[in-house]
C-alpha cells in the first residue's frame, strides 16, 4: 500500500508522526497537527497510521497519511523492516513517535542508525496508575493527551501554542449524505451511546428516556452513531419510534460520517472515540462519564469542564477504576446510571441554547 498520492513539499523540514491507533487517540492528533501546520508554514508533515483513519486528516493543509499494512506487508519485524526503509525513501527529517508501543520501537531501532531524530511521547504510566489506584489514589488532573502529544513536538525543535485555533473545516454535504440527512433546517444533535467497554456505556434504556425527552420538545434531529450489525440493530431499534431521530449506523463510509459529524452542534458521547471526531471540528461534545475520569488527561479537545458529565463519586468512590475503562470492581459497571436521562436532556437543551445565543 502507497502513502496519498498528495506531493510531498520541497523544503527540508519533513516530520513523520507516529500513532497507528485507537481512533480516538488519532482523532485527538488532528488539531495538534493542525495548530503545528499553522505555526511552521514550511514544514510538510506525514502521519504513519492505518489507512481507515486516512480522511481524518485529509483538510489539513501540507499534510499526507502514509497508511502503514500492520496486518499484510508490514506486518512483523520483516515488515517493520521494510516499513522502515520506505519512510527512509521520503526524506524524513525527524519522527515525533506519539503512540509509543513495541512496534513503534522497532521502528526506532530500523530508524535511528539513519541520524533521523526520533522523540518519543511520555505516556505518564506512573501518575494514571496513582490517579486509578483504589487505595492511596492520588486524584488530580493529569496533562492532557493534547499536551502529551505538543510536548513530543517541543522536543523535536517544533513548540506549539495549544491555545491557538486547531478545529478542522467543517465539510460541506455530498449528495448521498443529504439524502439521507435532509437539509439543515434545526439544530443537528449526534448521539453516540456505546463505547468499547461496558463500563463506559450508556445503558440504553437510560438512552431511550433521553431521545423519548427529546423527541417530546419536537425541535431538533437527532442522529444515532454507532458500529457493527449489533449496535446498528440496537440503534435501530431506538430511532423507529420517532420522527426525528435517525440512525446512522451502517449507512455511510466513514468519510461520510465525518461529513455530518462535522456538521452537528452538539455531539453527545461516552468517554470514546466519537467524542474526539466531534472535538477536532470545533463541534460541542456533551461527555458523559462511567468507571473513566476526565482527570486521566483524555477529555474531548477544547470542551470546558462543565461538559463533563460524571457519575455519583461519592458512590463510586474509586472511580476512575482504570484509564481505559477495562477494568472495575463489582457494581461499578453500573455507575453511568447514576447520570439520570433528565439531566442529560436539561444540558443538552443549555448547549443548543448557548449555541443559539452565540
Same mark, same amino acid.
Given at each position: 500500500m502507497k502513502a496519498s498520492s498528495r506531493q510531498y513539499a520541497t523544503g527540508k523540514e519533513h516530520l513523520l508522526i507516529i500513532r497507528f491507533s485507537a481512533m480516538g487517540d488519532v482523532a485527538m492528533l488532528a488539531p495538534v497537527v493542525n495548530i503545528l501546520t499553522g505555526q511552521y508554514p514550511k514544514m510538510h508533515i506525514t502521519v504513519l497510521t492505518r489507512g481507515f483513519f486516512s480522511p481524518i486528516f485529509e483538510n489539513i493543509p501540507r499534510v499526507t497519511v502514509f497508511p502503514a499494512d500492520l496486518k499484510g506487508q508490514h506486518k512483523g519485524i520483516t515488515g517493520l523492516y521494510r516499513l522502515s526503509k520506505e519512510l527512509k525513501g521520503l526524506g524524513i527529517t525527524a519522527v515525533g513517535d506519539v503512540h509509543n508501543v513495541l512496534r513503534t520501537n522497532m521502528l526506532k531501532l530500523f530508524l535511528l542508525g539513519s541520524g533521523i531524530k526520533f522523540m518519543q511521547?511520555?505516556?505518564?504510566?506512573?501518575?494514571?496508575?496513582?490517579?486509578? /489506584?483504589?487505595?492511596?489514589?492520588?486524584?488530580?488532573?493529569?496533562?492532557?493527551?493534547?499536551?502529551?502529544? /505538543?510536548?513530543?513536538? /517541543?522536543?523535536?525543535?517544533?513548540?506549539?501554542?495549544?491555545?491557538?485555533?486547531?478545529?478542522?473545516?467543517?465539510?460541506?454535504?455530498?449528495?448521498?449524505?443529504?439524502?439521507?440527512?435532509?437539509?439543515?433546517?434545526?439544530?443537528?444533535?449526534?448521539f453516540a451511546p456505546f463505547a468499547a467497554h461496558t463500563a463506559k456505556a450508556y445503558p440504553l434504556n437510560l438512552v431511550a428516556e433521553v431521545l423519548k425527552q427529546l423527541s417530546q420538545q419536537g425541535k431538533n434531529k437527532i442522529f444515532l452513531f454507532g458500529g457493527g450489525q449489533e449496535e446498528t440493530t440496537k440503534l435501530e431499534s431506538l430511532a423507529s419510534p420517532y420522527e426525528n431521530v435517525f440512525s446512522l449506523a451502517g449507512k455511510f463510509k466513514f468519510e461520510e460520517e465525518l461529513q455530518v459529524i462535522s456538521n452537528l452542534d452538539l455531539m453527545v458521547s461516552m468517554d470514546s472515540g466519537n467524542a474526539h471526531l466531534a472535538a477536532m471540528y470545533g463541534v460541542k461534545v456533551l461527555t458523559l462519564w462511567g468507571v473513566t475520569h476526565p482527570y486521566a488527561g483524555f477529555g474531548a479537545y477544547n470542551q470546558p469542564d462543565h461538559h463533563h458529565l460524571l457519575p455519583d463519586l461519592l458512590k463510586y468512590p474509586q472511580i476512575p477504576t482504570s484509564v481505559y475503562g477495562n477494568k472495575f470492581p463489582a457494581g461499578y459497571e453500573n455507575a453511568l446510571e447514576t447520570i439520570s436521562p433528565g439531566l442529560v436532556t436539561s444540558k443538552i437543551n443549555k448547549i443548543i441554547a448557548e449555541n443559539k445565543n452565540g
Open positions: 511521547i511520555d505516556k505518564g504510566r506512573a501518575e494514571k496508575k496513582a490517579l486509578t /489506584a483504589s487505595n492511596n489514589k492520588v486524584f488530580r488532573q493529569l496533562k492532557t493527551t493534547h499536551q502529551r502529544y /505538543a510536548d513530543v513536538l /517541543a522536543k523535536l525543535g517544533y513548540a506549539i501554542d495549544l491555545n491557538k485555533p486547531g478545529k478542522l473545516p467543517k465539510y460541506a454535504l455530498t449528495s448521498n449524505v443529504s439524502e439521507n440527512t435532509g437539509h439543515k433546517e434545526s439544530s443537528w444533535i449526534g
